[in-house]
């Protein structure tokens, strides 16, 4: 597995690594990570899939993100 693309949207970490024949998408967010795999072959290129972490996409992972942290303040 190989780091294709790292960056940054709002305050939450992107980073995009090349497995074989999917592509690994891996959100950070204030010490939480949720981590996506999708088929490489949906895809023309990474571009693409770029593209489509939009806006809409990106707000369902933050109010899961603060869905996670609700849960692990349960353990505290």
């Known amino acids: 597995m190989r780091i294709a693309r790292n960056f940054y949207r709002e305050d939450i970490k992107i980073s995009i690594f090349d497995f074989d024949l999917k ?3 891996k959100f950070e ?3 939480l990570e949720q981590t996506f795999k999708v088929d490489k072959l949906e ?4 571009t693409e899939l770029e593209s489509k972490l939009d806006n ?3 707000k369902a992972v933050r109010n899961r993100f603060d869905s996670m942290s609700d849960d692990l303040k349960l353990l505290y």
Request: charged residues 25%; aromatic residues 30%.
């Open 29 to 31: 967010f204030s010490g």
């Open 56 to 58: 809409k996409f990106l």
């Open 43 to 46: 895809f023309k290129d990474i």
């Open 23 to 25: 592509y690994v998408i």
